[in-house]
């Protein structure tokens, strides 16, 4: 109809109100979307980087030469990528997957040392960021990591390094901030090392630091999983649904080299309730001992909430686990 109210509103929201013009005004700069909010409202620090473009250089072409990422193994014929982790089955799982890359090694020789040491084209650090990239996008590698009971991990640290190979100068350098820390000087002496450290020590050296500092035997397992897509994660208990899943994947059988076992595999562990604060001279043979020896009450649950991410992943790990093998 014409003339109706639809026609009226039409021509007042379309037509232009004549008004006059200042001489020599300018025109009013486009507003950009930041200009919407009330100023009131906008925050006073600039944008971190320009919109619209990410933090340069990419992650990858930083972290390929940084640890853990840099120590990452790859074998582009089998499309399999591992992501070590200090203290779990790591030395045995490196030698598997060096050979599956065609790397052997001499009696004797050290896996971490040949690996980091040289070009041996396995490791994230040997490759391009672009192959790389490639290979971390693709669907049908198998990208994988083997996680531990942050607990158990912790101990075995402990007694490896500040314990039994305390007196060992190629430990010194991972123990030393430890040692430094705990008896208060600049440098660390012989006798420092050798005297040793109670694991209460070690526990709140641990405690007071920011993780992500820490080194890599005793920093949570959760600060390595951002530099993979990881596909496969196992609990070292049950690495043999990891030969399980190679053998899938390669076609053909495998086998784990021995591994040192987790504290509550093999014979009942001796409790000793004041391991804690004994100093290593004066433990019992302490590979023995309890996971519970180094762990009081107080103590534990300072620990557990230290390394609550990992107990959280690890929990799921091992209650997949367990509903493999039962459906075995």
Same mark, same amino acid.
């Given at each position: 109809?014409?003339?109706?109210?639809?026609?009226?509103?039409?021509?007042?929201?379309?037509?232009?109100?004549?008004?006059?013009?200042?001489?020599?005004?300018?025109?009013?700069?486009?507003?950009?979307?930041?200009?919407?909010?009330?100023?009131?409202?906008?925050?006073?620090?600039?944008?971190?980087?320009?919109?619209?473009?990410?933090?340069?250089?990419?992650?990858?072409?930083?972290?390929?030469?940084?640890?853990?990422?840099?120590?990452?193994?790859?074998?582009?014929?089998?499309?399999?990528?591992?992501? $070590?982790?200090?203290?779990?089955? %790591?030395?045995?799982?490196? +030698?598997? /997957?060096?050979?599956?890359?065609?790397? *052997?090694? !001499?009696?004797?020789?050290?896996?971490?040392?040949?690996?980091?040491?040289?070009?041996?084209?396995?490791?994230?650090?040997?490759?391009?960021?672009?192959?790389?990239?490639?290979?971390?996008?693709?669907?049908?590698?198998?990208?994988?990591?083997?996680?531990?009971?942050?607990?158990?991990?912790?101990?075995?640290?402990?007694?490896?390094?500040?314990?039994?190979?305390?007196?060992? $100068?190629?430990?010194?350098?991972? %123990?030393?901030?430890?040692? +430094?820390? /705990?008896?208060?000087?600049?440098?660390? *002496?012989? !006798?420092?090392?050798?005297?040793?450290?109670?694991?209460?020590?070690?526990?709140?050296?641990?405690?007071?630091?920011?993780?992500?500092?820490?080194?890599?035997?005793?920093?949570?397992?959760?600060?390595?999983?951002?530099?993979?897509?990881?596909?496969?994660?196992?609990?070292?208990?049950?690495?043999?649904?990891?030969?399980?899943?190679?053998?899938?994947?390669?076609?053909?059988?495998?086998?784990?080299?021995?591994?040192?076992?987790?504290?509550?595999?093999?014979?009942?562990?001796?409790?000793?309730?004041?391991?804690?604060?004994?100093?290593?001279?004066?433990?019992?043979?302490?590979?023995?001992?309890?996971?519970?020896?180094?762990?009081?009450?107080?103590?534990?649950?300072?620990?557990?909430?230290?390394?609550?991410?990992?107990?959280?992943?690890?929990?799921?790990?091992?209650?997949?686990?367990?509903?493999?093998?039962?459906?075995?």
């Amino acid at each position: 109809m014409t003339g109706s109210w639809f026609d009226k509103l039409r021509t007042r929201v379309t037509t232009t109100p004549s008004q006059p013009q200042k001489a020599n005004t300018p025109e009013p700069a486009a507003e950009s979307a930041l200009d919407i909010a009330p100023r009131s409202k906008l925050s006073r620090f600039p944008a971190r980087y320009p919109r619209g473009e990410r933090a340069k250089p990419p992650f990858i072409d930083w972290s390929r030469t940084r640890s853990p990422t840099a120590q990452a193994m790859i074998v582009d014929d089998l499309k399999l990528i591992y992501l $070590p982790i200090a203290k779990n089955a %790591c030395s045995s799982t490196k +030698r598997l /997957v060096a050979s599956l890359g065609g790397l *052997t090694l !001499e009696k004797g020789q050290d896996i971490h040392y040949t690996l980091d040491k040289n070009n041996t084209g396995l490791q994230f650090k040997d490759k391009s960021p672009e192959d790389i990239k490639s290979a971390l996008a693709a669907p049908d590698w198998m990208r994988f990591m083997v996680f531990r009971d942050p607990m158990d991990r912790l101990v075995s640290a402990y007694v490896e390094k500040f314990v039994n190979n305390r007196e060992h $100068p190629g430990q010194w350098e991972t %123990c030393g901030d430890v040692i +430094r820390t /705990v008896f208060h000087v600049d440098t660390a *002496t012989p !006798e420092h090392f050798s005297h040793g450290i109670t694991f209460r020590e070690f526990a709140e050296y641990i405690l007071a630091r920011d993780p992500q500092q820490l080194d890599s035997h005793w920093q949570p397992q959760v600060f390595y999983m951002g530099h993979v897509p990881l596909t496969h994660m196992y609990d070292v208990k049950a690495l043999d649904l990891l030969e399980d899943d190679l053998q899938a994947h390669i076609g053909s059988e495998i086998s784990i080299p021995h591994m040192n076992r987790s504290r509550d595999q093999g014979p009942a562990k001796q409790h000793v309730p004041e391991a804690v604060d004994l100093l290593p001279r004066d433990l019992p043979d302490a590979k023995k001992l309890s996971l519970t020896s180094f762990l009081p009450q107080d103590l534990h649950g300072r620990l557990q909430e230290f390394y609550a991410a990992d107990l959280s992943v690890y929990q799921q790990i091992k209650q997949s686990s367990a509903l493999r093998h039962g459906h075995h």
